[in-house]
């Protein structure tokens, strides 16, 4: 069995909240992952099942390898639709925040989202919790918010009414953060927490090849041009990092989610620690997204704090810079001298 991570008050507040909602709104952060899709498709059926008919926003495109998530049609994004999300969120009265742990990080939404008069729940994984709700469930220490998702409505009671469509996001979102189940999973319940969605006739195999093995011939041929061109491996420091221009992009026709797990293959290389990628903007000039894996204890989150505006978790985090791609190189130089002794 799992162990609670609900309040008989919390519990029973969320019911009462869900029941007396006409309106409900779920929104996740921007560039949406496998685990912030997952969270909102599984957590609209449970609301749906609950005779709910929830209204799913996701800020901005997600990937084209997760487009074949049941239900995934039925996102509106908020970049195309904003005048329709904006009034739906003036009349709301619940809005679940999935997957973020502050409001900027759904960026354009932040504003909707802080001005509408709807009650919001926090459902998250992610420290430092800063949403105005009056339900947060915040767990940082778990491997996903698809699985605090999955957590919460056993705890309800409700995980034998829901199927196949509630099964397959959840145990894609847990997929996705833990790269596969190669990090940040080795708590026991995690395991029985899959037995369990695969009760549900969910088959597992096809939905890692739908996200792993579901790429263009562009996305093959970009791996293998950062691994043979643009990989900087500081052996001294066993870490790596490369750099991906907007020339690069255009030149391998790149579309969102061909980056995805790139930044993890540096650490295939014996004694790595530490992998950073640093991605230009396709449209914003000076900027510059940062991904960090790390293996083991070492805190790329610390990293990712320290120089790079971001966070995350202990091998998992993010972050941004504005400025050049140049200056971004200097700023990850700086942060591996700066860290040498623990990389050491």
Known sequence: MLKEIMTERECSELHSLIDSAETIVLCCHTNPDGDALGAMLGWAEVLKMMGKDPLIVAPDQYPDYLKWLPNSEKIVRYDKRKDFVDTVLKIADLVFCLDFNTLSRTEA???????SPAKKILIDHHLDPEVDAVLTFSHPDLSSTCELV??????????????????????????TDTGG???????????????????????????????????????????????????????????????????????????KGDAEGL?????QIKGLKL??????????????????????????????????????????????????IEEAVDIVKRALIHFEDTLK
């Open 109 to 115: 939404m932040a504003e909707a989202i802080a001005q």
């Open 263 to 267: 930044v993890n293959m540096p650490l």
């Open 275 to 324: 992998s950073i990628s640093l991605r230009e903007d396709t449209e914003r000039d000076k900027m510059i997204w940062v991904s960090l894996r790390s293996v083991d204890d070492f805190p790329c989150n610390k990293v990712a704090e320290q120089f790079f505006n971001g966070g995350g978790h202990l091998n998992a985090s993010g972050g941004k810079l504005r400025c050049t």
């Open 181 to 255: 189940f190669t990090y940040n999973s080795t708590e026991p319940e995690i395991f029985f927490i899959i037995s369990q969605l695969l009760t549900k006739r969910i088959d597992k195999d096809k939905i890692y090849r739908n996200v792993y093995h579901n790429y263009s011939e562009h996305r093959m041929r970009l791996v293998g041009y950062v691994l043979c061109h643009k990989l900087v491996v500081d052996s001294q420091r066993h870490a790596a990092f490369y750099t991906l221009t907007r020339d690069d992009l255009k030149r391998f026709h790149f579309i």
């Open 150 to 175: 999955f957590r919460i409505i056993w705890q309800m009671g409700l995980f034998e009414q829901l199927g196949k469509h509630f099964a397959i996001p959840v145990y894609c979102g847990m997929m």
